[in-house]
């Protein structure tokens, strides 16, 4: 069983950076695709980013590209979101999760694992 903790969420004002973590428990986070997905209130789930397991591939959602990194080191089995230059409509409950197939999980579908959450409140 898998388990994987977000942190690094918190309140910022518009324009500011916060570095997001989300550290796998188990044995296997370095075989995973993993992403970051956010759900803002009344909004459904949506894609941020993704990366392979290699770290060799990314992606990203329109709304965040040249704005926010993703980033991982297997080692640790830690994944990072580095989001810079941060906006009102950043503000989320940011997730990460873990699937097989690095496409799939940019759908939202294919995934096995999801975090607790953290929380990401930009002020204007």
């Known amino acids: 069983q898998e388990q994987l903790v977000e942190s690094g969420g918190g309140l910022v004002q518009a324009g500011a950076s916060l570095r997001l973590s989300c550290s796998g428990s188990g044995r296997t986070s370095g075989g995973y695709d993993m992403a970051w997905f956010r759900q803002a209130p009344g909004k459904g789930r949506e894609f941020v980013a993704g990366i392979a397991r290699s770290g060799g591939s990314t992606y990203y959602a329109d709304s965040v590209k040249g704005r926010f990194t993703i980033s991982r080191d297997n080692a640790q089995n830690t994944v990072y979101l580095q989001m810079n230059k941060l906006k009102p409509e950043d503000t989320a409950t940011y997730y990460c999760?873990?699937?097989?197939?690095?496409?799939?999980?940019?759908?939202?579908?294919?995934?096995?694992?999801w975090g607790q959450g953290t929380q990401v409140t930009v002020s204007s």
């Open positions: 999760a873990t699937g097989l197939v690095l496409e799939r999980l940019r759908g939202g579908r294919g995934i096995d694992y």
